[in-house]
C-alpha cells in the first residue's frame, strides 16, 4: 500500500506529465501551421509518449492501492518563435522533469518505499533519453542556422519518426 506522502507525489508526477504532453501538442500544432510537418510530428509523437508516462504512473498508483486524483492542467504556450526556439523549451522543460523524477526517488527512499524506486528507475532511465534526444537536435538546428535546404532536410528526417507504445503495466 503506497502512503499518503507517496500517494500525493505521484499524482502531481502524472499531473505534470500530462502538462508536459499538452505542451507537446501545442508545439505540434505550432509547427504544423508553420509549415514544418516533420518537426510537427516529432512533437505529436512526443505527445503520446508523455501520455504513456502519464499513464505507467497512473496504473502503478492503482497498482499499489493508491487512489489516482486527475487535477486541471494549466494552459500552455501556443506559439515559438522558431523550431530552435521550441527545442530549446523542450530541452529546458525534461532538465526539470528529471529533477521532478529526482525529488519523488529522494522521497521513496525516505519512506523506505521500495517498490517504488525500483519502478522510477525506468523514468531515470528515460529522461537521460529525452534530455540527449532535445540537445540532438539543438546542436544540429545550430549547426543549419539559416539555411533553409538544412532545415528542409532535418524537417523530412524528423517526418520519419514513428511511435513505439511504452509498457504501461506490470501486467
Ligand atoms: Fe515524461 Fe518527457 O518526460
Known amino acids: 500500500m503506497l502512503n499518503k506522502k507517496l500517494e500525493e507525489a505521484l499524482n502531481a508526477q502524472i499531473n505534470a506529465e500530462f502538462w508536459s504532453a499538452y505542451l507537446y501538442l501545442s508545439m505540434s500544432a505550432d509547427m504544423s501551421d508553420k509549415g514544418m510537418a516533420g518537426v510537427a510530428n ?3 509523437i512526443q505527445f503520446k509518449e508523455e501520455q504513456d508516462h ?4 497512473f496504473n ?3 497498482a499499489r492501492g493508491g487512489k489516482v486524483t ?3 492542467i494549466e494552459k500552455v504556450d501556443t506559439e515559438w518563435k522558431s523550431p530552435l526556439d521550441a527545442f530549446e523549451q523542450t530541452l529546458q522543460h525534461e532538465e526539470k522533469v528529471t ?3 529526482n525529488n519523488l526517488y529522494a522521497l521513496a527512499e525516505q519512506e523506505k518505499d521500495y517498490a517504488t524506486q525500483s519502478m522510477l528507475k525506468w523514468f531515470i532511465d528515460e529522461q537521460v533519453e529525452e ?3 532535445a540537445k540532438a537536435i539543438i546542436d544540429t538546428l545550430k549547426l543549419i542556422g539559416d539555411n533553409g535546404y538544412g532545415l528542409y532536410q532535418l524537417d523530412k528526417e524528423l517526418a520519419a519518426r514513428v511511435y513505439t507504445p511504452i509498457a504501461t503495466s506490470e501486467e
Open 70 to 72: 486527475l487535477k486541471p
Open 60 to 62: 502503478y498508483v492503482i
Open 42 to 44: 516529432w512533437f505529436a
Open 54 to 57: 502519464a499513464m505507467k504512473l
Open 99 to 101: 529533477s521532478l523524477i
Open 131 to 133: 534530455e540527449e534526444n
